[in-house]
Every structure is written in C-alpha cells, then in structure tokens.
C-alpha cells in the first residue's frame, strides 16, 4: 500500500474520531454547567433532577449535542466507506464522488449548528445566568472538531480518489502493453 494510501485511511477515520471527541467534550461541559446551575444562587431547589444529575436544561442541550454529533458521525462514516470505495479500481467512481458531494451539506449544517448556537447561547432561552456561568470557556472551539473531521475527511477522499485512479490506470497498462 502506498504512502498516500495509508495517510488518506487515517484521515478518513479522523472523520467519526473527531465526532466522536465533540460529542464527550461537550458532554463534560454540559455536566460542568449543570452542576453550576444546581450549586448556584438561582436554583433554591430548582426543579427536578435526572439520574444522570442533569436539569432539563442540560437534558435538552445535551440532545442537541447528540443529535448533532450523530447526524455527523452518520455522515462521518459514510464519507470513510466511500474513500474506501474510491480506492477501488472499479466502475460506480463518479457516483460515489457525486454522493460526497451531496453528503458535505449534513457536514456543513452541522459545524454551523454547533458553531452559530453555542451551549451559551441556547442556555440563554432558559433564562438560566448559573448553567450559563459553569459553561467551560473553551467549549465553544469543540465546534472546530467537527469543521476539523470535515477537512481531514475531505483531504483523505480527495488521496483516495487519485489512488484509486492510479491503481486503475496501472492495472489498464499492464493488461494492455503498448496501448496508450
């Protein structure tokens, strides 16, 4: 296996890696924040509490983090098989570079979810200053993992399509001595 072959499977299996970090990152910083909102002056007994600790808040931005990390790591892993696929010599290439194409739109709307509604922005409909407060400062750059799985992916598809391409035009040659 070439060089390039090896490099464009670990940047396609950055994809759902780097999804998969976003999701726990923010997961960390959901249950910091909830913690804060519980300990803090607001709450006076708040309202109830999950198994898991988390107030509502922290359930429903939780399933926004989820709900975003799933559609990307879905999309995440369709993008590694199709890089496989392009590795391949075989016919259907141009389908599978069309279906990329088409998959990039999950990709971006995700980042820009995750990047135009931070935890403290959608923490501010709930009118809750104490979540808002315990939000790590660092967790609005988590939305860089996912822009950061996109390029990679991108950058392996692209290394498996010229290796794909490669290999079929090796193949056509020796199969065919003198033509071309």
């Given at each position: 296996?070439?060089?390039?072959?090896?490099?464009?499977?670990?940047?396609?299996?950055?994809?759902?890696?780097?999804?998969?970090?976003?999701?726990?990152?923010?997961?960390?910083?959901?249950?910091?924040a909830t913690?804060?909102?519980?300990?803090?002056?607001?709450?006076?007994?708040?309202?109830?509490?999950?198994?898991?600790?988390?107030?509502?808040?922290?359930?429903?931005?939780?399933?926004?983090?989820?709900?975003?990390?799933?559609?990307?790591?879905?999309?995440?892993?369709?993008?590694?098989?199709?890089?496989?696929?392009?590795?391949?010599?075989?016919?259907?290439?141009?389908?599978?570079?069309?279906?990329?194409?088409?998959?990039?739109?999950?990709?971006?709307?995700?980042?820009?979810?995750?990047?135009?509604?931070?935890?403290?922005?959608?923490?501010?409909?709930?009118?809750?200053?104490?979540?808002?407060?315990?939000?790590?400062?660092?967790?609005?750059?988590?939305?860089?993992?996912?822009?950061?799985?996109?390029?990679?992916?991108?950058?392996?598809?692209?290394?498996?399509?010229?290796?794909?391409?490669?290999?079929?035009?090796?193949?056509?040659?020796a199969a065919?001595?003198?033509?071309?």
């Amino acid at each position: 296996m070439a060089r390039s072959g090896r490099i464009s499977l670990v940047l396609l299996a950055l994809g759902p890696a780097l999804t998969a970090a976003y999701a726990a990152a923010n997961r960390v910083a959901i249950e910091a924040a909830t913690e804060a909102q519980i300990n803090g002056p607001e709450w006076e007994g708040g309202g109830p509490v999950d198994a898991d600790g988390m107030t509502a808040l922290g359930v429903d931005t939780w399933q926004l983090i989820w709900w975003t990390a799933l559609v990307v790591g879905v999309v995440a892993v369709a993008f590694a098989a199709i890089g496989v696929l392009l590795r391949r010599h075989r016919r259907g290439r141009a389908l599978l570079l069309v279906l990329s194409g088409v998959l990039i739109v999950p990709y971006a709307l995700g980042f820009l979810a995750a990047f135009l509604v931070p935890l403290h922005v959608f923490a501010g409909l709930y009118d809750a200053p104490d979540f808002v407060a315990g939000i790590p400062s660092w967790q609005p750059a988590t939305a860089f993992l996912l822009l950061a799985a996109g390029v990679a992916q991108a950058i392996g598809l692209s290394l498996a399509a010229r290796s794909g391409r490669r290999e079929a035009r090796e193949r056509r040659d020796a199969a065919h001595p003198g033509e071309g």
